[in-house]
């Protein structure tokens, strides 16, 4: 098991600095950066624009020296890793947060970022799977057809339209104003009981969780119905049936633990999914974290903070990896560390 841990952290490992790489070099291939006058897409550089300030030309140079924008793709590179594996230095926010270390101004944001998203897997499981089951055992009942089709429906729908879609209906201002329009909190909390508070932050989060799990169980249940139906096939669950087991016993102790074995692979699948569309549902909702501070950054070009951000986030899909690899050996005995490579 020792020797299975440290081939799989070694490996993850390598994956990251492969990660590291291409992103600082793909980042850098992109138009604009920090110190341009303009934002993305524009073609206006520091020495060119309209401003004659010398003070702010030499902030920019400075700032272009500093970041090794002004010399090759590669020997800035070299320089980040080396700040980066040597001193685990992320450099400090160019544009967003002008001078303040990067990885503070994320730790900040991550706890909310991974409240929603931990919610969000939560939910969705708990929802996708029993879905799954009863479509897979109603197989040739009409609202297995009607599953189907209100589920594609759910899948197909944009992530922005719905929270959209929600703002409009049911946030303040709404038709049904029952949850608040955006943040995280309800500002002033003097006076109010421990329950009230824990309500109040609950209602903030119900919207931008709903637009996250939505899609996921949608999809999720879909594998899940496929995965049931090829285990009830197999001999071992006939078997099961004949020695006179009730229909849920068949199910939930003998089929469901090697249906479980595909959606714990889809686990891992299922956060940078997550990562990515709560950039958009914080952005529409207003909430103070990874996805909202992300947006920020690529609209102002923050080179440190797009990289720490695009480091943290293959760290957490590597770990997502790691834990799949873990809950399969949990699930199902056969499995031996030993016998993975």
Known sequence: ????????????????????????????????????????????????????????????????????????????????????????????????????????LIMERLPVT????????????????????YSAVTTKVKIDSVITVILFLLYSLPVFWVALLLQVTLCDGGYLPIFPLKGISTGDTAGLSTWTILLNSASHYILPVICLSYAGIAGLSRFARSSMIEVVKKD?????????????????????????IILITLFAGLIPGLIAGSVIVEYVFSIPGMGDLS??????????????????????????????????????PRIKFENRR
């Open 114 to 133: 991974m409240t929603i998203n931990l919610w969000a897997i939560l939910i969705t499981y708990l929802i996708a799977i029993p879905i799954g089951i």
């Open 236 to 260: 071992y669950i006939r078997t099961a049936r004949a020695k006179g087991l009730p229909e849920y016993v068949v199910i939930f102790k003998h089929a469901l633990r090697n249906a479980v």
């Open 1 to 104: 098991m020792l020797i299975y841990f440290s081939k799989r952290i070694l490996l993850a490992c390598l994956t990251l600095l492969i990660i590291m790489i291409i992103s600082y070099i793909l980042l850098r291939l992109s138009p604009g950066d920090p110190t341009k006058s303009s934002m993305l897409g524009e073609n206006s550089t520091v020495s060119e624009g309209l401003s004659t300030d010398k003070s702010n030309f030499a902030k920019n140079m400075s700032m272009r020296k500093r970041l090794h924008l002004d010399e090759p793709v590669y020997i800035g590179l070299f320089f980040w890793l080396k700040d980066v594996l040597l001193h685990g230095d992320f450099g400090t926010s160019a544009s967003v947060d002008k001078g303040r270390p990067v990885i503070p």
């Open 295 to 332: 947006m920020l950054a690529l609209s102002s070009r923050d080179f440190p903070l797009l990289m720490a951000l695009f480091c943290i986030a293959g760290a957490l899909t590597l770990i997502g990896i790691f834990v799949a690899d873990i809950l399969y050996v949990l699930v199902d």
